[in-house]
C-alpha cells in the first residue's frame, strides 16, 4: 500500500524527545479502507510525537471536511471535522488495549 507508506513514522530512528509530523489526507487514502464509510475527504493532521524510552505519547490535531452519507435522507454531504485526540503507547510482553493505553511488545516497529 504505497499510499500509505507516506504515514508511517521512522520511530526507531528518532531520538527521545518532543517530534512534530504534519499529513494532509485525501481520497488516495480512504480508498485504503473498503469497509470504510468515508469514501472521500480532505483533512490536515498535525502530530506531536513523544518518544520516551517506555512508551511514546501521541497528539493529534485534525481539521477538515469528509463526505459522508446523510442517515434521515441518504443524500451525501460535506462534514467538518475538527477534533483533538491523544493516545498513549506503552510497552509490555503482551499486545492488548485498555481505554486510554495501547500496550505493544517491545521492538514492534
Request: glycine share 6%; net charge negative; charged share 25%.
Amino acid at each position: 500500500m504505497e499510499v500509505l507508506d507516506h504515514f508511517t513514522i521512522p520511530v526507531e530512528g528518532l531520538s527521545n524527545g518532543l517530534h512534530e509530523f504534519k499529513f494532509s489526507i485525501g481520497n488516495d487514502f480512504f480508498q485504503c479502507f473498503e469497509e470504510s464509510p468515508i469514501a472521500h475527504g480532505q483533512l490536515e493532521v498535525y502530530l506531536q510525537f513523544g518518544k520516551e524510552h517506555s512508551m511514546y505519547e501521541l497528539t493529534f490535531e485534525i481539521k477538515g471536511t469528509i463526505v459522508t452519507t446523510c442517515d434521515r435522507c441518504l443524500e451525501e454531504f460535506n462534514f467538518p471535522i475538527e477534533t483533538h485526540q491523544y493516545l498513549l503507547v506503552k510497552f509490555d510482553e503482551e499486545e492488548w488495549e485498555d481505554a486510554d493505553v495501547v500496550y505493544i511488545a517491545p521492538g514492534t516497529p
